[in-house]
């Protein structure tokens, strides 16, 4: 057993034992409700008007200072912490050794009065106290902080209590989900729900999560995406509807990639992707004014700029600016040969596509740092989008980059139930020839559109990846309370 192993057996055996001590004089160690008066933020940050008032606070112990007859203790709430004094001849002999029991980390309430330190620190001197709750193993602290990074994933609960900044980018996360509701409800925006399991993963290019409903016995997918469905709304008549909603993908784990994450998907009716690149800048620019109080943020080395308007560029001109490729002008084989000689490597012979859409992210994608809109994208890579009417072989779609990063993706959204069908069709022999992530038809979409759904602009945005840029947080799992880690071989 290792010194650290052997210390933390040591805590807990007398954490332990002094539960017993507190069951056996008829001390509750683990209490119920108590009423507070105020929070700790609200002591200290308003302490003009609560000098002298008598109020009560419930919190975890989260330091202890002093001895002898008199003892300084911090109490921190969900707001954050206060300092609190704690006197023997204020309490009692009977109280305060009780005091003098308790262990960094216990839930006491507090009832006392408001004053000032002689370093002018806003401090509750306290004339009673409960416990509320029993600690029996030592916070992180004790060891250095909590800084080993996979344990502040696997046990958030440690994170959030020692780390305020942790604290502070889940705060900050509600608020940001918040402001985007308020934004889309005073615009006119329907929020909606949709099925989670579906007998068909559709809506995007993705593996999905299988299981199984024993009562019907069929087989069910977690969705990839909520699109298909959304879709179908506006084939009955809702014109402008949102989801936030869980999406499960079966693919890697990455800074920028968890199995299961949040997006927000937008369709409005008798709109196209002009429309919602103006309602992605409008959006965007509507969270930061109501959660935050300016558009430059810090992100890593970058400083990103988030005032409007954001540059627009078609795929095919910034290829061009930025690598002096134009395929515009090249057939399927010159285009495979040019992705070839910029470095790039394929398990099989790219199309047209495949090797723009290559080039693409490899050389020009990570060079988009400030918020940029990228264009008419090719039409293998886009089965649910309008195809361009200038332009067949593209679609009206564009996607947001900021930081080298996808942000959201959008549609001028096919409505043409006859070209729905063959793009369909066309995914489905990709996967027969083995892309496990090729669309599948979706018959009963198909049928929707044949009774007629109006021309509309589509839009998904990233909530974890927006958040991330937001908050200057490098990995996904800093913005998600529980990511999906593997399991612990203990």
Known sequence: MSDHDQELHEL?????????QLQAQGVPPYGGRYERTHLAAVVVDDYARLEGRELSLAGRLMAKR?????????LQDGSG????YF???????EKYELFKTLDIGDFIGIRG???????GEVTVAVSDFVLLAKSLRPLPEKWHGLKDVELRYRQRYLDLIINPQSREVFVTRSRIIAAIRRYLDENGFLEVETPMMQTLAGGAVARPFKTYHNALGISLFLRIAPELYLKRLLVGGFDKVYEINRNFRNEGIST????EFTMLEIYEAYADYHDMMNLTER????VIEQVFTDHIFPYGEHRLDFNIPWPRYSMLEVVREKTGLDFENLSPEEAAVAARDAGLEFDSEPSWAEALNAVFEDKVQPQLVQPTFIYDYPLELSPLAKRHEDAPHLVYRFELFIAGREIANAFSELNDPVDQRERFQAQLEKRKRGDEEAHVFDEDFVTALEYGMPPAGG???GIDRLIMLLTDSPSIRDVILFPLLRPRED
């Open 66 to 74: 002093g001895h002898g007859k008199a003892a300084f203790g911090d």
């Open 12 to 20: 807990l055996r007398v954490r332990r034992e002094k539960l017993l």
């Open 113 to 119: 009065t408001v004053f000032k330190t002689r370093t």
């Open 283 to 286: 959006l965007i620019s509507s």
């Open 256 to 259: 920028r990639h968890n199995p």
């Open 87 to 93: 006197r023997l001849n204020d309490l009692g002999p």
């Open 81 to 84: 912490k206060v300092q609190a």
């Open 459 to 461: 839009l998904g945005i």
